[in-house]
């Protein structure tokens, strides 16, 4: 497609290319692997031996009538510690590279094959120009329309969430982005699979596919 929505030709894609098929197993492992090494993991809570308050025994075992207590930082009470709270940890593992990069491969075929997927025939911004980059998301029907409700009172309704594959790193397209709510665009040496599937749409120009392909033929044979 032209960045006006038209179409301007066809691409054959190989599934081969992308590693044939995809592996919703490993897929999912690796996409839950780099969910768990982004939590900071800084929770942390106060155990009864770090809460304030005495270890003495709140009243005697026998001859009160009443059930038998002990220190009022049980977390049986109120202000007292909490039982098998969490604390400070690192979520943090790996899986082997050939996986993650396989499972990044998978993710790019599994939006070609869903046809969430949209070829540019090229992607230009000699300065930043948001309104330039919403006009093109606009004729590629990805931003939705603004309604109005009431007197006085007009509200958008946000399009589906995109990301944007260049094929290199490009500062005006990048700051003519930063502002459009659900986009992003990154150069596809930086994909990963959580990045991929966490967008609903993906938008690749014919430079950035050819260098995926390339890449990928790449990885198969190292």
Known sequence: MSTEGKEVGTVEIDPADFGGSVNRQLLHDVVLMQLA???AGTHSTLRR???AGSTKKIFRQKGTGRARAGTKRTNKRRG?????GPKPRDYEYHMPKKAVRAATRMAVLSKLQDQETIILDKLD???VKTSQMSKIL???NLRGKKDVVGKG???RIDGVTCLVGIDKANEHIWLSTRNIQGIAVMPVNDFN???IMRQKRLILTRDALEALRTGSKVIESA
């Open 37 to 39: 090494n982004k939590r």
């Open 193 to 195: 699979a959580l990045t």
């Open 138 to 140: 606009g004729a590629l």
């Open 125 to 127: 911004f000699t300065a």
């Open 80 to 84: 007292g510690g909490t039982a098998k």
């Open 49 to 51: 031996g770090e809460v």
């Open 153 to 155: 009172f007009d509200k």
